[in-house]
């Protein structure tokens, strides 16, 4: 498997010359399943990249791209009516979700609807499929997806995607319990390859009236990645007020917890 990140910024794009190193772009990520077929984990401002290389390289070819939304939260799609290949006729979009096909529709549309887009979704050129994530593991492409509920307001999902011998895990939206750990999400995550988690907060900002926002802190997730046995921890979702050399701060205080800790960057490509 090639994971490559396009966006890793939480909460809204940002930029400026002390966000260069992590980047500004909002959660997107993505997996090339042959020449032609791709899965996305979510759809923020980083999809814009993707969809402008493909639309480049394959504009005569047949696309089959798969989207996994962890949740609607407008950081996380509102890259989509950016993405090139929607308009494409020859590009088929599978959106996945914890919501019936229908809702995943109507959530979707509503970014483009009224006055705030000019084109409607349903104007788009693409063939567009909109699936509940199933229970159950489930395949696409010879990879098999899983996933897991997580503490968000509203609702997010943490997604497993697996291969014959290496699995990844994206957790960007979650919160710790108040005593502890998420349980769930540390059996979900056990053993894997790369865990990409939730590190919006430091400790301190997370006690001074963060709690029920529903995201996490870099401690919190050293202390998934130790009890889930995790190879490599990547530090995601940064905090738009966090400049790199705050998170180079983070990591530096994350790697006496957990040495495998690393902070996800926009262009970052990762084999497994």
Known sequence: MK?????????TPVC???KNKYGGCSPSACLSL???EWIVVDAGTG???LGDRLARKMREKPLQIHILLTHFHLDHIIGLPFFIPLYLPKATLNFYADSSGELIRKHLSGLMAGRYFPLNLRETLSKKIFKKIPEKKFEIGGLEVSCCPLRHPQGSLSYKIKDSKKQIVFATDTEHPKNGLDERLVDFARGADILIYDAMFTPEEYDSGRQGWGHSTWLAATKVAKAADVRNLYFSHFNPDHSDKKIDRIISLARQE??????AREGMKLSL
Not at 3 to 11: A, F, I, K
Not at 258 to 263: D, K, P, R, S
């Open 47 to 49: 999809i814009k990249k």
């Open 16 to 18: 400026g010359k002390d």
């Open 34 to 36: 042959s020449a032609g």
């Open 258 to 263: 957990f040495a495998n800790t690393f902070g």
């Open 3 to 11: 994971l490559e990140l396009l966006g890793v910024r939480g909460s």
